[in-house]
């Protein structure tokens, strides 16, 4: 199966047309996709405006491959489950966010093995035709890296009131 | 009187912010830890943990912005808290607000999505928080946050 989301905030038509398009296309039945309230309705896949947290868990766990926004919760998802995934950043400048920041996780995330970026339809289009080829990188664990936890969990038992 | 446990109020919006901060639960061990987030849809994230509803909010709509920010008022009111932790976002800088003016020792864990420059939340908690992190060395600084690691 293939999920796609993109998140819980704004809509993102630009990547569910082209997805919608190209499963009416190729006959692809197998996909499901979060489109977000309020967003131009799929006509050749699954959708659901939102899942409930429950719900979510269920299609992630299921899906051979993930599509989704740039959205750091759902990359950490996918890294945790082992699934590949492939992401293309919302864009401010075309009012699906309220910032870039999903053009910088991109260009950070795309260096982690498992994780494929399209930065716009052309490319999402053309990364879709070779989308069963995608094959995840190595699980990270369930928690953040150690030296993180050290640093607050050192501050939490500490008795010190920084300034 | 001084608890035995120290008690964490930990709290942040939805979707990523979430995600990390379930991440950092291994912090947390040893404290009574109290989770707030905005969809009780969540709560089997956390196991048999203590975990609170509080109302979404973003900064666009301003009177969700306030019913969020009485929310968490609210429950740092009732829960009393020694530390607040967030990772984000509006209701997340609610909780380290509040937290600090009921004289809990509270902790900004700026979102890694935050890769240029900090969240705007994030900027604003580094003016009064006790512990002020970002994810990306590259923002870290003496007069800015610190830098121990990310989630990943």
Redesign the interface.
Known sequence: MIFITVGTDLPFDRLVKVVDAWAGETGRTDVFAQIGEGGWRPEHIAWSEFLQPPEFREKFQAARVVISHAGMGTILTALNHGKPILVMPKRASLREHRNEHQLATAHHMMRIAGVNVAFDEGELRARLDDLDSLVSGSRIGAHASDSLIRGLRGFIHGETRPS | MKRER?K?LAIAS???????LL?????????DVVYATV?E??R??VGGAEFRVIPDS?RWNKLALLRCALGVMWLVLRERPD?V?STGAAPGFFGVRFGKWFGA?V?W?D??????EL?MSGRKAGGFV??W?T?WQHLAGADGP?F?????
Request: charged share 20%.
């Open positions: 120290k964490i939805g979707g990523g912010h979430w995600v990390q991440r950092l639960r291994p912090a947390f061990d040893g404290c969809r849809g969540y089997g994230d973003n530390v932790i020792r902790i864990v979102s890694v999505a935050n890769a240029e969240s006790d512990l992190v994810q610190k121990f690691g990310s989630v990943i």
